[in-house]
């Protein structure tokens, strides 16, 4: 028996109502409630027992949203990973999953013929102490690259910069600790200026150097070219539509390219 508990229906995306229908033997349990830390909670308890090694279907509802097919079992099996771990931005808010810019990403790779997974964990709404309770599990999966995508959040709200940065150097810290191969990408962020000029600037700050303690790769600003820009944001003027994933997937590819080409050429 499955309990799944919806926190709100503009906070759920289609990723997460699709896999629902197909399960068989799974009884529902539908809250809409504003507690949304208690009810994803209550989620994640009754998922960390559920294997989902041979279940992609219930992969979204423990934080991995989207996975790509892979042509074959063998490749799939060989595939190295790349994890996306970021809020909305990363779900592809208000779009299809496979509009979202880790989806694009994916095709860049198989047009290059090289042998990555995208694993899109992208949750809406997503701080980065929700990240940190939630690395763990996604860990349980092999990390070859983690792009993370997260803070943004932490800033529209005006968290402390340093419990942001404790949050977002504890969760690199655990993936380089489980697995120390893994390469990392940091997606650089801006807040608005209303939040003042000392904390945007520190804020932005935040990113570069995480990026220079970690040896890792650096997107100066992930949204560079569509923040700000109405044609190429929903109505809220925050989330990019599909044309503005289009012009973030360019952004990070920039970035993520010559390290997947790169791991590939020295992989036996």
Do not use: C
């Amino acid at each position: 028996m499955l309990l799944v508990v919806l926190v709100g229906a503009r906070e759920v995306s289609s990723a997460y109502l699709k896999p629902i229908s197909p399960l068989r033997g799974v009884s529902l349990a539908l809250v809409h409630t504003h507690e949304k830390e208690k009810s994803l909670q209550l989620v994640m308890s009754h998922l960390n027992s559920v294997d989902t090694s041979e279940n992609t279907l219930l992969a979204p509802l423990k934080g991995e949203i989207t996975e790509t097919n892979v042509d074959s079992a063998q490749k799939k099996s060989s595939a190295q990973t790349i994890l996306f771990f970021g809020n909305s931005l990363t779900a592809g808010y208000g779009l299809e999953p496979s509009q979202a810019f880790p989806a694009l990403i994916q095709e860049k790779i198989e047009a290059l013929k090289l042998n990555y997974r995208v694993v899109n964990a992208g949750l809406s709404g997503e701080t980065s102490a929700g990240g940190l309770r939630r690395i763990d599990w996604l860990l349980k999966r092999k990390v070859d690259i983690l792009v993370l995508e997260l803070g943004a959040n932490d800033g529209l709200r005006g968290i402390p910069l340093d419990e942001t940065r404790k949050n977002l150097q504890e969760i690199i810290s655990r993936t380089k600790k489980k697995y120390s191969h893994a390469q990392l990408v940091i997606a650089g962020m801006m807040v608005p200026p209303n939040l003042g000029k000392e904390y945007t600037q520190q804020f932005r700050r935040l990113f570069v150097d995480l990026a220079r303690q970690n040896n890792a790769a650096l997107i100066p600003f992930l949204l560079e070219g569509v923040g700000g820009e109405p044609e190429l944001n929903l109505p809220d003027g925050i989330h990019p539509t599909a044309k503005g994933h289009e012009k973030v997937a360019e952004n990070v590819w920039r970035v993520l390219r010559p390290l997947v080409q790169k791991s590939a050429s020295l992989k036996p």
